[in-house]
């Protein structure tokens, strides 16, 4: 008779060997380092370029973000639409984003189309125009967005968080107002752009089923503009607000509160960073986690709650984000600061430290599957200026770290007066 | 090519087996054959509180979730308006846990009290989140009730209303498993580094046992052609006008289906398509538009939504959307953009074959819509649309009398 009460035998995931595919490393002649990953069954790939021209270098809000936008809206040989036409031909993605330190442009295509889509991609990353009308019609699209995005609790919650923890004037806390939009000009993003693309510190990854002449494309391509290797970085000062409970009231007829609880936390390079990885999973980092447990699956007052540590180069936050329902947003509030409590003063038991283990690691290795995860690791250790051991590291510390050390990290970082509080309903 | 093997068991159980050495990693897909097009009309949105409740222990399990985390697992699922679909991938050494977890909930659930009355509020605190606390969020509700008479795709998937999720009853949970969650209404795809002699092992050992159960008959009311173009206004507390248009289409099964498609990548996938260059770009009109259509298994929607420009005249915005129908119905499409159409379908599908974990899911909704290898044919289908089936499907669909519009203004 067939045993259904009892699970099956397992391999514990922490037994699993986890590597991380090296990188081939080429130098194009301009000194712009590529990294690659060479792997896959499709014949796909992705090309990100990524430019130390995010919302930390530039002189007047809104302007990486609006620059990053326009180098698809016009170069001196091509429209707009001929851009998108060209990309769109060859059933490819280019897309642009930008971050705090880091602006990127990014390429998904099939394999065999990238000498014809390379040129085009040099040509938005050299010769950009950003014409009047193109930041018109910008200006006034991102502002009727913004004013729909500004009706939604969780939206203000998210801005209104982050100024109160690095200020206002912190690339990591401002954020942009329709007056910020009004004021761009072509002037202020030509400037950006001339000094963070055309001239800019630049990086390269790519993965796939790359092509065996890539580093000659690329060379060709990129290896004579006048970007540069290296990074470029800013220390700003954080500037933190003095008051740490909100309840702010944005939509008379809202029937969910945005509840947002956080306080910084040191980036990557500080040794708690990794033991944090393991903590956060036990508090609210999963489905299984305790938060979820409680609020979502013994109380049912929200569709999901989360804890995490924003992903910033420099120093950074620790955050509690959920949306409750409105009448019971309040208790919400005090169950996160219970399951804190316990974890201060409780240690973790074995059976449920040796789940999260698993968790982390079968996590990982699912996210190591496929050329572009492989790559998204190594962008991670590249850019933050980590090394391959670290990646190492942090898998020793998910298998090893005991409940005594997570009791301490607890005490030092789940301390509730440490912490910034809102509800914005 | 995608490689795939297939067996049934006694019990009516489909099971496909994929395998991919690659990966280190084993993903077990289970659909079930029910949507919310199968619930009462006075009961919506059960078929996806019931996924919640798949969640909350089966009869010799107390969690689901547990068992699969310790195992390095993770899971989620899915409803739509035609299907339930639970996925989990964990390492391949650890296969045996998710048949385990699978095979009890399809076996029985716990039925238990408090996890009905648990997610019968996470449920509503979800509804709440995307439909009610949100600018334009009831706008599909709506027009899902003006296009369709009376078919079920007259409801959401989340349900019609708060009230049919908080009155739901432990009975109604129990009736509702033994109705469609039998092995005859399933399909199991096993995907990884995995051999079909394995599968066939594991797959006769936990779900072997099961009771077949009885084979659902669906009877869904017909909708009737539409004759009459019908029209909403809506006034309600959001910043901007917005225009929503749905014109219903074809089954996921009629050769027209490959013609839609590449209908709504001509009018707005991406920044050449036609209706963004023309109304967003040349005449500032609308400050984002998009054309989809709803694939669903039965008949139905593709549907076109823009917000306007403030102070640009709701009738202008229609009239200029309309103009660019009208020419597409009358000029068709050169070759060029034709081709266009296709090199995107190709590129997107060759990203889409690329996790193991998609390619899982889709052996399975394509098995569920009555053959799996459609997987293998849909690129060839896609190449074979000639501009002359897309400029006749544009003039069907686009009919006057077969159109739904929503004017959704603003009341500041």
């Known amino acids: 008779m067939l045993n259904r009460t009892s699970p099956p035998d397992i391999k514990d995931a922490i037994e699993f060997n986890l590597e991380l595919k090296p990188y081939e490393k080429f130098v194009l002649d301009n000194g712009v380092e590529v990294y690659a990953i060479d792997a896959g069954a499709q014949d796909v790939l992705q090309m990100e370029m990524v430019f130390y021209a995010g919302n930390c270098f530039e002189k007047n809000n809104a302007v990486a973000t609006a620059t990053s936008y326009m180098l698809k809206t016009g170069t001196s040989s091509k429209t707009a639409f001929e851009i998108n036409e060209h990309f769109e031909y060859f059933g490819a993605y280019c897309n642009r984003s930008c971050q705090n330190e880091t602006a990127s442009v990014s390429l998904h295509t099939l394999s065999k189309h990238l000498p014809v889509l390379l040129p085009v991609i040099k040509e938005m990353i050299t010769d950009s125009i950003f014409p009047e009308e193109e930041l018109a019609i910008y200006i006034q699209n991102s502002k009727q967005q913004l004013s729909v995005s500004l009706q939604k609790c969780d939206f203000v919650a998210n801005r209104l968080i982050d100024a109160f923890l690095f200020g206002e004037n912190h690339p990591y806390g401002k954020y942009t107002v329709a007056a910020d939009y009004d004021a761009l000009t072509t002037t202020q993003l030509k400037e950006h752009f001339q000094q963070y693309y055309l001239n800019g510190h630049c990086v390269i990854f790519v993965a796939g089923k790359l092509p065996a002449d890539l580093f000659t494309v690329l060379n060709e391509q990129f290896g004579h503009l006048a970007i540069k290797p290296g990074k470029q970085q800013i220390t700003n000062n954080i500037i933190a607000s003095a008051i740490k409970k909100y309840r702010i009231k944005n939509d008379v007829e809202g029937v969910q509160g945005a509840i947002r609880i956080a306080r910084d936390f040191p980036n990557r390079l500080h040794p708690d960073f990794m033991k944090m990885m393991v903590l956060n999973a036990v508090f609210g980092g999963f489905f299984g986690s305790r938060l979820m447990s409680n609020i979502r699956e013994d109380k049912g007052y929200t569709y999901g709650i989360h804890s995490y540590v924003q992903s910033h180069f420099q120093d950074t936050a620790f955050l509690i984000s959920t949306e409750a329902g409105k009448d019971v947003a309040e208790a919400t509030v005090e169950e996160i600061y219970k399951e804190m409590e316990i974890l201060r003063e409780e240690l973790i038991d074995e059976e449920e430290l040796l789940l999260v283990r698993n968790y982390l690691i079968g996590s990982i290795l699912g996210d190591l599957d496929g050329p572009f995860q492989i790559i998204g690791r190594w962008k991670n250790i590249i850019l933050n200026d980590l090394d391959v051991q670290y990646f190492y590291d942090s898998i020793k510390t998910i298998k090893t770290i005991s409940a005594e050390e997570l009791k301490i990290l607890a005490n030092k970082y789940l301390q509730p007066a440490d912490f910034y509080e809102l509800i914005v309903i | ?412």
């Open chain 2, 1 to 412: 090519m995608i490689q795939y093997e297939k067996f049934t068991l006694d019990n009516g159980l489909r099971v496909l087996v994929h395998q991919d050495k690659s990966t280190p990693m084993a993903v077990v897909n289970v659909i079930y054959d029910v949507g919310a097009r199968d619930e009462n009309p006075d009961k919506t949105g059960f078929a996806h509180l019931f996924e919640h409740l798949m969640f909350g222990g089966s009869i010799n399990i107390p969690s689901y979730d547990e068992p699969l985390q310790v195992a390095g697992g993770e899971n989620n699922a899915f409803t739509t308006n035609d299907l339930t679909n639970y996925y989990c991938q964990l390492p391949v050494e650890n296969i045996e846990t998710a048949f385990w977890l699978e095979s009890d909930r399809m076996l029985s659930l716990a039925f238990d009290a408090k996890s009905l009355a648990v997610q019968r509020k996470v449920v509503c605190e979800e509804f709440k989140e995307h439909y009610i606390n949100k600018p334009y969020g009831d706008v599909w509700h709506k027009m899902r009730e003006l296009s369709y008479i009376r078919h079920p795709y007259r409801w959401m998937t989340i349900g019609k209303e708060l009230k049919h999720v908080e009155d739901v009853k432990l009975q109604d949970v129990k009736d509702f498993f033994l109705k469609h969650y039998t092995p005859a209404n399933a399909v199991l795809v096993v995907a990884g580094n995995v051999t079909l002699d394995a599968v066939k092992i594991l797959a006769q050992k936990w779900f072997g046992p099961i009771a077949a159960g009885d084979k659902y008959q669906r009877n869904l009311p017909i909708e009737p052609v539409q004759t009459v173009p019908r029209f909403l206004e809506v006034k309600a507390k959001v910043p901007i006008d917005a225009l929503y248009k749905c014109w219903h289409i074809c089954s996921r099964l009629d050769k027209r289906y490959y013609a839609t498609e590449l209908i709504t990548e001509i009018l707005s996938g991406g920044g050449s398509s036609r209706l963004f260059q023309a109304l967003v770009k040349e005449k500032k009109l609308f400050s984002n538009i998009d054309c989809s259509h709803s694939g669903s298994t039965d008949a139905g929607l593709l549907s076109i939504e823009g917000k306007l420009v403030k102070g640009v005249s709701m009738k202008d915005a229609e009239a200029a959307l309309m103009e660019e129908i009208y020419t597409l119905q009358q000029k068709g499409i050169s070759e060029k953009e034709l081709q266009k159409v296709k090199n995107k379908t190709e590129s997107m599908l060759a990203f889409e074959d690329m996790s193991v974990m998609s390619r899982a899911t889709n052996l399975a909704m394509y098995e569920l819509l009555g053959d799996a290898n459609l997987i293998n044919t849909e690129l060839d289908k896609y190449q074979a649309v000639t501009s002359e089936e897309l400029l006749n499907e544009s003039k069907a669909i686009f009919h006057e009398n077969n159109c739904n519009t929503i004017y959704y203004y603003s009341n500041n």
